[in-house]
């Protein structure tokens, strides 16, 4: 309705895939019609910073992983790091801080400086496992800009720039990504009333949103990581929610695959040539 602001707007139109959305009066008729790109700022490039968390052992993904690093394993024609860092050099996104920790030296030589793609690529190096916000308390001197933090085995086309300017809109000090995830029960679940049936439902489906590893955070939330252990980016959202700071979900609806077992390989590359080798 006309009274909707940019961030409704901007979640209807993420959510339902929409570039444009019609405005209603109070009686429900169209008086404006709002596009996608008048309500997003697509100036380029963007001065935030991108940490991909890239460290991870990858176990599940054993026995490729016992001599390549996961984000180093071909999806399509490249390695699946490679085809992150191009979505963010393409979204306006040149200043990438790539965490590295098991076989570093090889994420390391094959992207080098990031002058390549076009990008500058530094490196957060983890002499041990920090945890997938842990990791941040290397990040050095703080930004001065919100930073996008991203799981490195994600295969995604979700919109960086619609999620950093709703990160905005919300007012949010971190912003996290969410699926929806539905679960489905394989047999009639029974509703009682002690011993008495009230209802049986066939094969329910149960829905959750789930954390799809992309945040927004705000500067400020680096000098509140713990200096020491592992800590996680769950970990750092339970304890803003305790503090009762405000956080927010953005759901995604672009594809979306989290790259953590063998079986995931095979859709991946079905993915890469369906839906990014075009």
């Not at 890239?54 to 599940?60: E, F, H």
Request: hydrophobic letters at 40%; charged letters at 25%; aromatic letters at 8%.
């Amino acid at each position: 309705h006309v009274d909707s602001d940019d961030a409704t707007l901007t979640m209807l139109m993420s959510t339902f895939r929409l570039r444009a959305i019609p405005i209603l009066d109070a009686e429900d008729r169209i008086i404006d019609l709002r596009s996608f790109d008048e309500i997003i700022d697509f100036d380029q490039p963007h001065e935030n910073p991108v940490v991909i968390m890239a460290g991870g052992l990858g176990k599940r993904l054993r026995p490729m992983t016992e001599h390549l690093p996961k984000p180093l394993i071909p999806i399509g024609n490249k390695p699946l790091l490679e085809t992150i860092v191009e979505s963010f050099e393409r979204a306006g996104f040149n200043d990438i801080h790539i965490s590295v920790h098991y076989k570093a030296e090889m994420i390391k030589d094959y992207f080098g400086s990031g002058e390549k793609w076009g990008v500058n690529i530094r490196y957060i190096e983890e002499e041990e496992r920090l945890g997938t916000a842990g990791a941040l308390r290397l990040f050095g001197e703080a930004p001065t800009h919100p930073l996008i933090v991203m799981n490195g085995d994600l295969l995604t086309k979700v919109d960086f720039v619609a999620l950093l300017d709703y990160h905005h809109q919300q007012k949010s000090v971190a912003t996290m990504c969410v699926r929806e995830y539905d679960i489905q029960v394989p047999f009639g679940v029974v509703r009682t009333d002690g011993q008495q049936i009230v209802g049986i439902e066939e094969k329910p489906v149960q829905q959750y949103l789930v954390n799809a590893g992309i945040y927004v955070l705000n500067p400020e939330l680096l000098s509140e990581i713990p200096s020491e252990g592992v800590f996680d980016m769950t970990m750092l959202f339970d304890q803003l929610v305790r503090d009762g700071r405000r956080t927010a979900i953005f759901p995604i609806r672009e594809y979306w695959l989290d790259i953590g077992r063998m079986d995931d390989l095979d859709q991946a590359n079905w993915a890469y040539d369906e839906e990014f080798n075009r």
